[in-house]
């Protein structure tokens, strides 16, 4: 079994940065891809971006490409997500997830575990 905690979020201006981390325990994702994902109010949860075991590929969604930064210690069993230039559409409860698969999938049905969320919020 896999327990992700996620720290970082809260609430920063628009063109400002943040950036989430999240700490796997209980077992080594080193062998599993890891991603985040987000839902805005109303909304369904959509991928942002995903990373291979090893940290050798990256997927992210178009909305975020080019403004947000996955990234991975396999040492310290931890998975980040730097977030720069910040939109108010950014603006959602953030979730990272570990998927049993090595490669950086972006459908969310592949990812089976979740960490406990956390709020993001761009204000204009």
């Known amino acids: 079994q896999v327990q992700l905690v996620q720290s970082g979020g809260g609430l920063v201006q628009a063109g400002g940065s943040l950036r989430l981390s999240c700490a796997a325990s209980g077992r080594t994702v080193s062998n599993y891809a890891m991603g985040w994902f987000r839902q805005a109010p109303q909304k369904e949860r959509e991928f942002v971006a995903a990373?291979?075991?090893?940290?050798?590929?990256?997927n992210y969604a178009n909305s975020v490409k080019g403004r947000f930064t996955i990234s991975r210690d396999n040492a310290k069993n931890t998975v980040y997500l730097q977030m720069n230039s910040l939109k108010p559409e950014d603006t959602a409860v953030y979730y990272c997830?570990?998927?049993?698969?090595?490669?950086?999938?972006?459908?969310?049905?592949?990812?089976?575990?979740w960490g406990q969320g956390t709020q993001v919020t761009v204000s204009s």
């Open positions: 997830a570990a998927s049993l698969r090595g490669a950086a999938v972006t459908e969310r049905n592949l990812y089976v575990y």
């Open positions: 990373i291979s075991w090893n940290g050798g590929s990256t």
